[in-house]
């Protein structure tokens, strides 16, 4: 009935209003105001990654895998089923994956806890995670360890790398070629998409986030929209996020929820993140001490911008590691009212050097990423189908005009042309949410015009006329080898031609025809049939020739050239002086004085040899033929 509704061009917008499991039965999902910011923790309503939007449209995919390069995800953890059979530990440079410490399990739990119907919910829960794991200590290989940890991801099919460490005492070759071969071949060739935490002195954006402008560097934000600092409304005092120059994009990172090591392991109970950084909004963690809701920093900001990114590659996976930078930074959300304006070098909007392009926003990204499928090229025959692929929302197909729908689904439409000239068109697929896409597409075989025709002389290899064809092209008789050249753009090959009785042809190249034209006579116009292969198949383009009023190549002689008798004698001669010509002209001769006086005329026809003027009478002078 909302298609119904919709299709009728009354309504701008129609859509069921469906009951379905709520993600909200995750129990700590309510307290996760990253995801869906409804005023927790004296928080702005609205200021958050519009999670459940883009969950309409996927909850990602198992095929795109984060890797997360920390202490290690405890691989056995109840709200962590979409974990990788691939693991490494860069301190024993072996796999599987340790658990180091508490920080991997909680950065692990913000991307992609299961939506399982226990604990949290992660941003991308039905992608993969791969464990990594390292001390995160200034050991003396640790600039190894990592640049290994991350060689591992790109090497083993990480899509994403997400990294919530920071320290200027890790700068080097070691972790800097390591960044650059994930980023440019990684996905073989595309380029993963590199994830770093800005850091937490509330100064300037720390290495690695700052050395790579291909990394999205992330900062933190609080519950109000702000930039976290140590007065944001958070009330923790003792942190503030990194920002300036390289800051590309913020996202929540103070009072997260997410998963943490099971029992008495984590940081709950042994580690009060909250109020060890000055905090007092919330005095107690959660019973269930597999969780915590505590997590703060740019360590939590991180592996959300991460999460996002694994959604945008669930709908569009071809995409570049660029273009999903790209469609991040776009689509981020102005908030906290900074003072966002253009920036040399920020070519993806207005940007602001506390909050970067602002912050992110998945229901945006993900729907800029989305693309329909299908041929360039829409043909009477086979009928031709476009398509999204891993879209999970609800949607109704529109054509252009000079299409039509033969059948849809939720994910694809079949349609046909309705005319068979070519033109231009279009297939649009509008979401229930009021978002829309459009792909452009040629509609059947593209026509060719006059002006996609050429006409050459074969011998001299120079146009004829101006080259471009027109009807009907001028052609002389005979002899001389035209050349017709069809646009390759349009044309994948010619196979034949018809052409007039008597004329002479053959192939000159796969897009061109040589013809020799014979036995013109004027006034007639000739027609050749050429027979191309297109797009869509064969189709005929027919050109028009006539024989030029001044393409013959002959010369009239007088004789005698004194005036000894009474008749004046006018010889039509050839190229060679003795060949006459055959074609059938009508001419025109006029004898004039030398005061431009018409003393004659004689009107005849090419086609004679000779013509005779009668001048008795004529006084010596120059006279003018």
């Not at 920020?346 to 392009?357: A, L, Q, S, V």
């Not at 279009?426 to 949410?433: D, E, G, I, Q, Y």
């Amino acid at each position: 009935m909302a298609n119904y509704f919709f299709e009728t061009g009354k309504f701008s917008a129609s859509e069921p209003d469906l009951l379905a499991d709520d993600l909200t039965n995750n129990p700590n999902y309510p307290d996760q105001w990253g995801l869906n910011n409804t005023g927790q923790n004296n928080g702005t309503v609205g200021i958050d990654i519009n999670a459940p939007e883009a969950w309409n449209i996927t909850l990602g995919q198992q095929n795109v895998v984060v890797a997360v390069i920390d202490h290690g995800i405890e691989l056995n953890h109840p709200d962590l089923l979409n974990i990788s059979p691939l693991s490494f530990d860069t301190e024993s440079n072996s796999s599987p994956s340790l658990v180091l410490g508490n920080h991997g399990t909680a950065c692990a739990g913000i991307i992609g806890a299961s939506d399982n119907l226990i604990g949290s919910i992660g941003v991308a829960p039905n992608c993969t995670l791969m464990s990594i794991s390292n001390e995160l200590l200034l050991n003396i290989n640790v600039r190894q360890e990592l640049a290994n940890g991350i060689n591992f991801a790109w090497q083993n099919g990480a899509s994403i790398i997400s990294n919530s460490w920071s320290h200027v005492g890790l700068q080097g070759a070691f972790i800097d070629d390591a960044i650059t071969a994930a980023l440019t071949q990684g996905r073989n060739g595309l380029g993963c998409i590199v994830v770093f935490s800005s850091g937490n002195n509330n100064g300037n954006v720390g290495y690695p986030a700052n050395s790579n402008p291909d990394i999205l560097a992330v900062g933190a934000m609080s519950q109000c929209g702000e930039r976290k600092s140590p007065t944001s409304c958070d009330t923790e005092d003792e942190w503030g996020s990194n920002f300036g120059t390289e800051l590309d994009i913020v996202a929540p990172g103070v009072l997260i929820p997410t998963t943490d090591r099971q029992g008495n392991n984590g940081y709950n109970p042994n580690e009060p993140l909250h109020t060890n950084a000055g905090g007092n909004l919330v005095a107690t963690d959660y019973i269930d001490r597999d969780y915590t809701r505590w997590f703060n920093g740019t360590s939590s900001a991180c592996p959300h911008v991460a999460g996002v990114a694994a959604l945008v590659l669930s709908v569009n996976p071809s995409l570049t590691g660029l273009e999903v930078r790209n469609i991040i930074e776009r689509t981020a959300q102005k908030v906290g009212g900074y003072n966002y304006s253009t920036t040399g070098g920020r070519p993806n909007g207005t940007w602001d050097d506390e909050m970067g392009y602002g912050l992110v926003d998945a229901n945006a990204a993900v729907q800029m990423a989305i693309n329909i499928n299908g041929p360039d090229l829409v043909c009477s025959f086979p009928n031709s189908t476009f398509s999204m692929s891993n879209v999970d929302l609800s949607v109704t197909w529109q054509v252009s005009s000079n299409l039509q729908i033969l059948s849809s689904t939720t994910n694809s439409v079949t349609v046909k042309p309705k005319y068979s000239s070519g033109s231009t068109g279009w297939v649009r697929a509008n979401f229930s949410t009021g978002y829309s896409i459009t792909r452009n597409v040629q509609v059947n075989n593209p026509t060719l015009t006059n002006n996609d025709v050429f006409v050459r002389d074969s011998y001299y290899n120079n146009l004829s006329g101006s080259g471009t064809y027109s009807d009907p092209y001028l052609i002389c008789n005979g002899g001389e080898e035209h050349v017709i050249n069809m646009d390759s753009n349009n044309v994948n090959s010619i196979n034949y031609t018809t052409i007039p009785s008597g004329w002479t042809s053959y192939s000159y190249g796969v897009y061109e025809i040589a013809f020799t034209p014979n036995n013109m006579n004027y006034g007639n116009t000739y027609a050749i049939d050429v027979d191309y292969a297109g797009a869509c198949g064969n189709s005929v383009h027919t050109m028009y020739f006539k024989k030029d009023d001044y393409c013959f190549s002959g010369y009239f002689k007088v004789v005698p050239n004194s005036i000894t008798s009474t008749e004046l004698t006018i010889l039509k001669k050839g190229n060679n002086e003795t060949k006459a010509f055959n074609a059938n002209y009508e001419v025109e001769f006029l004898l004039f004085n030398d005061m431009g006086v018409q003393l004659k005329s004689k009107k005849g026809l090419t086609n004679k040899k000779n013509y005779s003027l009668n001048i008795p009478n004529l006084k010596n002078g120059i006279y003018y033929l």
